[in-house]
């Protein structure tokens, strides 16, 4: 029941988006006549009414078509559920178009790039194996690789090193010659260049003792938000499967208890102000 309303929600709102898009002429106030027959639309307008022929009327996206097409005849769910999918649903339909960095590549991806229809998406994700899978299927996508160092089994040492070091604290520092043991700095340029309004963690592999966990995706992230320029911006951060203690503790330390906005099931909603006048204001890492 659970994967079929995901699916109907999912599909009455491509739906309802694309409605919107061809009637942008629309308005609340305008009076419409009955079409002469299949092929054209008559409406009216202060001078008159006017003839449309199907040629004016707009193309649907290809990132709506694809998205439509694919989750109609998918078997495949989004790994999240309706109620945690309607959290980031919500800031979306305030923010997009903008920019929403994904860590994590997996089923729900052409759904946050089509709800961010007109905004860049960008995934990041640790098999490269399964980057070249997903793009020979939806090409429109933009996903890149990232290996990260980490381990599971280390979580509980590096929050040690870290919870407490300047170094993992200092926003002015650029994450790229970071010395922190958390700071991923092998990502793609444009992830460090691009002021992020959303940002989304759902990876990297974090079920078993040997994978690379999401210790240093959740510091990152955090350190991306706290940097952003315009000092009267936030970032949107939210964090999956939050039941796990990597997630959990490590969401509560570096993107602040206190800057949480919502949990929903195992997802939760941290809303981060820029830190850009850290150090020099007094503003502390966490309220």
């Known amino acids: 029941m659970t994967t079929r309303l995901i699916l109907s929600s999912f599909v009455s709102l491509v739906v309802l988006t694309l409605f919107f898009i061809t009637r942008t002429g629309f308005s609340p106030s305008s009076s419409f006549h009955q079409p002469l027959n299949n092929t054209l639309r008559i409406s009216t307008s202060s001078t008159g009414s006017k003839l449309q022929s199907p040629r004016s009327c707009n193309k649907i996206p290809p990132s709506l078509a694809d998205a439509l097409v694919h989750y109609a005849s998918s078997n495949v769910t989004p790994q999240q559920t309706l109620s945690e999918i309607s959290v980031t649903k919500k800031e979306l339909e305030k923010k997009s178009p903008c920019n929403f960095l994904v860590f994590g590549l997996g ?153 949480m906005t919502k949990q929903e099931g195992r997802l939760r909603h941290f809303t981060v102000p820029s830190h850009r006048n850290y150090g020099v204001s007094g503003v502390k890492f966490c309220p």
């Open 107 to 259: 089923h729900d991806s052409l759904m946050w790039a089509t709800l961010n229809h007109g905004g860049r998406t960008i995934f990041l994700d640790e098999d490269e194996s399964w980057i070249h899978q997903i793009a020979e299927k939806f090409p429109s996508l933009e996903s890149y690789h990232v290996r990260y160092k980490t381990k599971v089994r280390d979580a509980e040492a590096l929050m040690a090193a870290t919870k407490d070091r300047e170094e993992c604290r200092r926003v002015s520092t650029d994450l790229r010659v970071s010395t922190c043991e958390l700071a991923l700095k092998g990502l793609p340029e444009v992830v460090y260049e691009t002021e992020w309004d959303l940002i989304m963690v759902d990876a990297p592999t974090g079920f078993h003792e040997e994978a690379p966990g999401r210790m240093s995706a959740i510091y990152t992230a955090g350190m991306i938000a706290r940097r952003r320029k315009d000092e009267e911006e936030t970032t949107a951060v939210f964090v999956h499967d939050v039941d796990r203690k990597v997630e959990d503790e490590f969401s509560m330390e570096f993107l602040c208890r206190d800057y």
